[in-house]
């Protein structure tokens, strides 16, 4: 679940060049923190990805939790 929350900040994230992008992700790892940016284009992927990448194993979300979020729900939807 920690992987997948990496994953998906990356590909929304969408950032050029490795020293940024080692940056937003050390930020993420190390502060759970997002960027402000991030945060005010992807408000519910911001939320998830946070919890996905909690410190605390616990605190984080089972795939099954994510997958009946109304994000997931909201992707399936578009998918079809």
């Known amino acids: ?3 997948f929350g990496i994953i998906m900040f990356e590909l929304l994230a969408n ?3 490795g020293r940024k992008k080692n940056e937003a ?3 993420l790892r ?3 923190a997002l960027p ?3 945060q005010e284009q992807y408000p519910e992927e ?3 990805i946070l919890r996905m990448t909690s410190h605390d194993p616990l605190k984080r979300p089972s ?3 994510i997958i009946q979020t109304e994000l ?3 992707w399936e939807k578009e998918k079809t």
Do not use: H, P, V
Request: net charge neutral; glycine share 4%; charged share 35%.
């Open 46 to 48: 911001s939320e998830l």
């Open 30 to 32: 190390d502060m759970a």
């Open 15 to 17: 950032l050029n060049g």
């Open 1 to 3: 679940i920690y992987s």
């Open 25 to 27: 992700i050390r930020q």
């Open 36 to 38: 402000e940016k991030f």
């Open 63 to 65: 795939a099954q939790d």
């Open 72 to 74: 997931f729900k909201k």
